[in-house]
């Protein structure tokens, strides 16, 4: 067993199996929450009912995740010398450990990343349903959220994924100042709880999003070296991709500005929408016939001198191929 104890959380990888302990006071919860802007990968991923298992570069904080939190100053001259032996580096490169180490570490830095990050997905979810700040980063009002029961997700991992070789649900630890974690000091074997740690902690500025992560672990999902730079990517063998049961949607809501002029041909009256011919029209039929009884539609409303978010209950009604009504159920969650 390897593990690593930071502040109230101690991760662990144990007989190949990642976790992470958590204080009493924190209980798994029952509903996530997943927050999307309105593009085709979007759409895609509810009617095929899966989630994005990201690479660290894909994601908008550009130290999530990232070997910037590994300290490598205590690699052995043995340790290098062996690295570069068994990948062959010796051969082509002048390897020099002082000069190495004065700079990092940074090629066998990058190497250790490239082996732990080409076989993790990083899945970013919240419990905080109506956040002003998660609707305006995430699905920019225009977009859509999904709620998702935890329990169906889990029940359903092997037989939906039977490429998964393991995963860890955790909330992210929140810090005041990020700390790199020792990679040769702890007696790690293997780059995987470094790697672990530094999926898990963020900067108090993003506590905002109260954030659960689900690490999933496969073989070969690749690496996109190319969003950084001009590097190859290391190929994918395995498809990003989380697939969970229908079922596990327990809500779907609409941005405030979901329907706007990319797809409305006319206004009817207040809740009656005549919807052009495209992607959101094929969308909102999908919604009317998969998830009519679990939709919901984003606001605002006044409570005394404030102004809060709500979600209020709605159903689609088909008045013609491309015209749908928005009917309000006059119940509200907020």
Request: aromatic share 16%; proline share 4%.
């Amino acid at each position: 067993m390897s593990e690593y104890k930071y502040g109230d959380r101690t991760y662990k990888l144990t007989n190949g199996n990642y976790d992470v302990d958590l204080p009493d006071d924190i209980k798994i919860p029952e509903s996530v929450f997943k927050y999307y802007g309105k593009t085709s990968y979007s759409i895609d991923a509810i009617i095929n009912n899966y989630l994005f298992c990201s690479h660290p570069y894909h994601l908008n904080d550009s130290i999530d995740s990232s070997s910037l939190l590994w300290d490598f100053s205590n690699l052995s001259k043995g340790i290098f010398e062996k690295f570069y032996k068994q990948f062959g580096f010796d051969k082509v490169m002048d390897i020099n450990y002082e000069k190495e180490k004065e700079n990092g570490f940074v090629p066998i830095k990058q190497r250790f990343f490239e082996m732990a990050s080409k076989n993790a997905g990083v899945i970013s979810l919240t419990t905080n349903a109506l956040q002003t700040l998660m609707w305006a980063h995430y699905s920019t009002e225009s977009g859509f959220m999904i709620e998702l029961d935890w329990k169906e997700i889990k029940d359903n991992l092997k037989a939906l994924n039977p490429k998964l070789n393991n995963y860890a649900f955790f909330p992210i630890q929140y810090v005041d100042k990020l700390e790199s974690i020792d990679f040769f000091g702890n007696g790690f074997n293997s780059p995987d709880i470094p790697y672990l740690y530094s999926t898990a902690v963020k900067r108090k500025d993003w506590k905002y999003e109260d954030e659960w992560r689900l690490m999933t672990y496969t073989m070969d999902y690749g690496v996109p070296n190319s969003i950084r730079g001009p590097f190859p990517d290391i190929p994918s063998q395995h498809e990003r991709k989380l697939y969970y049961p229908k079922k596990a949607i327990k809500s779907i809501v609409l941005g405030k500005h979901f329907f706007n002029a990319s797809n409305l041909k006319k206004v009817i009256d207040d809740k009656t929408y005549q919807l052009k011919t495209n992607s959101d029209l094929d969308f909102v039929n999908f919604l009317e016939q998969n998830y009519n009884d679990r939709i919901y539609f984003c606001g605002e409303y006044q409570n005394g001198t404030e102004f809060k978010r709500s979600a209020e209950k709605v159903h689609f009604e088909k008045v013609d191929w491309n015209t749908i009504q928005m009917i309000r159920e006059n119940k509200v969650y907020v």
